[in-house]
């Protein structure tokens, strides 16, 4: 990687309130052709089977979304069945909100999480949450800012729903315990997001994910939600009628599976982080393996928009083992400013996030970057500054970002902090209707698993309030449709139809899906729980 | 920090280090977790955000010439020479239930929390919940402010809790302190978070006064 060394560039460095920018800023479609990592082309591809046929895909998606399946009829004789009414696979915020009002309408809820309940991206969640509070600030400008931001490919009525949603949303969580930041008045504290027209994110510190799931699972705890922690699904169950009415759960102990029936199913899954897409470093939790994706896929389910992720532009670049570490944008809506290794501004911070990163990309594309080593570059983020223009900031509303400073040895009130682009959210997703239901019946998705609302970029806190909005929306309506007498025939027959058709699309079939953990963390030779599933010799 | 260059070579000294029982030679940059990952060693559970904020990943740590076991998160430990880790594994959910929506009014809290948490008001002053936290929280403090009905305040103090459950680990009592500040924390949301700015606006709502056009702007 080219660039200014580490040591020169902290000679052009000069920590100030702000400063002009001096160059002109490209056009961000222009600018995201050449530098945003959606637009390299060996990245693409097109999908060869299922409802996607011929969309474009991430290259490392379609290989996941194409694979083979882990289990097949044989592995699940003599396994044990348990009966619910509604089944809610993931445990993070979305799953939360949805099992807790589904509970609330009287179902009976099994909730099935990879980790523990509450190990989600929600916890890591800093920026905030949007709700138009302010004078001044509608919810249509809110959905205005929405669709702008995600460059008008979100789905309109779905973004209505949730603006309409976001202050009960605010009254809810408070209702479970939320503490937000307010004023002296009691009022709630607004700032704004990069690329919107209005103060309109509501927060607790940079902790507001932490703070959001420590209520919620506290919640979950005490209802009659019957949590299943380290029970990842690894398939999809059906009826004759092609509607989804059940999961297959591994269990990491003793490698045996159960069969939960259901009469709905839930999918808040989260993101896909952990696949590194084009090689970058993440912001997002180890769990983070887009599962709900693949398992949806295969059962008919519509997706979309699968080429378009978000980059955030401040994840931390150095050091090494911390790389990818999320700074919250947070930072720049208090106006810290970004700087290239000469120590000047290149881009209008609080544009898009997609825009930034990209603009980010380019500095250090083109030599301007601040370089550590031949695979460390990144641009400085002004904290300093920030501190002189309001003297105590970072410590009082941020921190969680002196905290990182700590195990950098980096202090953000005197130095600035090196930051590139850190792959944080995936925009698309599982197609949803205003209740969450996807296109296949009783199977519902919520979160980062669906699709739909962010368009090809997400606004700073579109996230925590849509995992909220839509998963009571799911909870609610799954609820009320698992009224009926139960499934008749539930299988995994949809296996022998995918197969067919990869193999007829002359698939490799040599990958297994969904990816479930990390490579890093070796799950299929574990020493110490003998895997998942013992190879075939 | 401005000598860079050694700084890098600190990160790729390796380093001696025992996790779970497994004598791993492994980069001094790295975590337990990621020491056990390098090694070629499985670990899934206890793994989380890897940031600090979940609180799955406790570990057991001894550092080289010293007797003393401490309590850490294990992404948050960096591995040095002759440390000795252990990973420990999760306990079973607190056996306090309660529902915010079944204490009637502000001044039923105090009563109720004595009777959810009976074991609170018999802390011993053993100090082990504030020895194990990982997050410097003055948990005992915490634990008596509640326990006098200072909810408010007992809340500020667990802000940077991470319910990792270690407190709740060592306390002898059983006082499950960590859910004591989140008791704290929830009911002083649950009472006293009024803002008006939120209020005016769902009147608003109610009202009819906000609707949206979801033909939206056009590009």
């Excluded at chain 1, 809610?88 to 799953?95: R, S």
């Excluded at chain 1, 949590?227 to 009415?245: F, I, K, Q, R, T």
């Excluded at chain 1, 295969?298 to 790389?323: E, I, N, W």
């Excluded at chain 2, 667990?158 to 319910?163: A, D, K, L, T």
Aim: hydrophobic share 40%.
């Amino acid at each position: 990687m080219t660039g200014i060394l580490y040591s020169e560039a902290l000679t052009h460095y000069q920590a100030a309130k702000s400063r002009d920018l001096k160059k002109s800023d490209m056009a961000t479609d222009e600018l995201l052709q050449a530098f945003h990592p959606d637009y390299r082309e060996d990245s693409l591809v097109s999908l060869s089977v299922g409802s996607n046929q011929g969309d474009s895909c991430h290259r490392q998606l379609a290989e996941l979304l194409q694979s083979d399946a882990r289990i097949d009829e044989a592995d699940l004789a003599g396994a044990s069945i348990v009966k619910t009414d509604v089944l809610v696979i993931g445990g993070g915020g979305a799953g939360c909100a949805a099992g807790l009002m589904a509970e609330q309408a009287g179902a009976r809820v099994i909730m099935a999480t990879k980790l523990r309940l509450g190990d989600s991206n929600t916890v890591m969640a800093e920026g905030g949450i949007q709700a138009s509070i302010e004078r001044g600030d509608t919810p249509q400008m809110h959905l205005d800012d929405s669709l702008k931001a995600g460059h008008y490919r979100g789905d309109p009525k779905l973004v209505a729903k949730m603006v309409m949603d976001a202050p009960d949303v605010i009254r809810w969580l408070i209702q479970q315990g939320m503490q937000f930041d307010l004023d002296e008045f009691g009022d709630l504290m607004t700032r704004r997001a990069g690329g919107t027209s209005a103060d309109r994110v509501v927060y607790y510190r940079d902790y507001t994910g932490l703070e959001m799931m420590r209520a919620l699972r506290e919640s979950v705890r005490n209802s009659k939600i019957d949590v299943w922690d380290y029970s990842p699904v690894v398939e999809l169950m059906s009826n004759e009628s092609g509607h989804c009415a059940g999961a297959v759960i591994s269990n990491l102990k003793d490698c045996s599976y159960v069969l939960i029936e259901a009469q709905t199913v839930i999918l808040a899954t989260g993101g896909i982080g952990r696949m590194h897409l084009n090689g970058f470093p993440t912001s997002n939790h180890f769990g983070a393996t887009g599962d709900g994706l693949v398992l949806a896929y295969r059962l008919g389910a519509k997706l979309r928009d699968l080429d378009s992720f978000q980059y955030h532009p401040t994840g931390l670049a150095y050091p090494q083992h911390l790389a990818g570490t999320l700074i919250t944008e947070g930072v720049r809506s208090a106006g810290a400013q970004l700087l290239n290794g000469l120590g000047e501004r290149f881009v209008d911070e609080l544009k898009t996030r997609d825009h930034v990163s990209a603009a980010i990309l380019k500095e250090c594309a083109e030599g301007r970057g601040v370089r550590v080593d031949e695979k460390t570059a990144g641009v400085w983020l002004d904290t300093p500054g920030v501190e002189r223009a309001n003297p105590g900031i970072l410590a009082k509303r941020l921190p969680k970002l002196v905290e990182l400073g700590n195990k950098c040895g980096i202090n953000p009130v005197e130095m600035p902090l090196l930051v590139y682009p850190t792959l944080h959210y995936q925009n698309g997703g599982v197609v949803i209707d205003e209740h969450g239901q996807s296109t296949v019946p009783g199977l519902y998705c919520v979160g980062e698993a669906s699709g739909g609302i962010h368009g090809r970029n997400r606004i700073m806190g579109n996230a925590l309030l849509e995992i909220i909005s839509f998963g009571r929306r799911a909870g609610l309506q799954a609820a009320e449709m698992s009224h009926g007498r139960g499934h008749k025939k539930v299988t995994i027959g949809h296996l022998s139809k995918l197969r067919r058709e990869l193999a007829v699309a002359g698939m490799p079939m040599e990958m297994k899906g969904p990816m479930l953990f990390p490579e890093c963390a070796k799950f299929e030779k574990d020493a110490d729980y003998q895997g998942f599933r013992r190879k075939k010799q | 920090m401005a000598d860079k260059h050694s700084m890098s070579e600190m990160d790729q000294k390796l380093v001696n280090v025992k996790i779970d029982g497994k004598a791993i030679t492994a980069p001094a940059s790295l975590s337990a977790i990621q020491a056990l990952w390098y090694a070629g060693y499985s670990r899934i559970k206890s793994v989380g955000c890897l940031e600090g904020v979940c609180g799955s990943c406790r570990v057991l740590v001894r550092r080289a010439g010293n007797s003393e076991v401490r309590t850490q998160l294990g992404c948050q430990t960096l591995i040095e020479e002759g440390m000795q880790v252990m990973f420990l594994v999760f306990p079973r959910p607190t056996h306090h239930t309660y529902k915010l929506e079944e204490i009637s009014s502000s001044w039923e809290v105090q009563t109720k929390f004595h009777k959810i948490f009976p074991e609170a008001s018999r802390c011993r002053e053993c100090r082990g919940c504030n020895a194990s936290c990982p997050k410097e929280i003055d948990v005992m403090k915490g634990v008596a402010l509640a326990a006098k009905g200072r909810f408010r305040e007992a809340g500020e103090l667990f802000v940077e809790c991470v319910m990792c459950d270690l407190c709740l680990t060592a306390c002898p009592e059983l006082i499950a302190p960590n859910h004591v500040g989140l008791f704290s924390r929830r009911v002083t949301a649950y009472f006293h978070t009024r803002p008006s700015n939120l209020i005016r606006r769902l009147e608003g709502l109610q009202r009819g006064k906000f609707k949206v056009n979801v033909e939206g702007e056009t590009p």
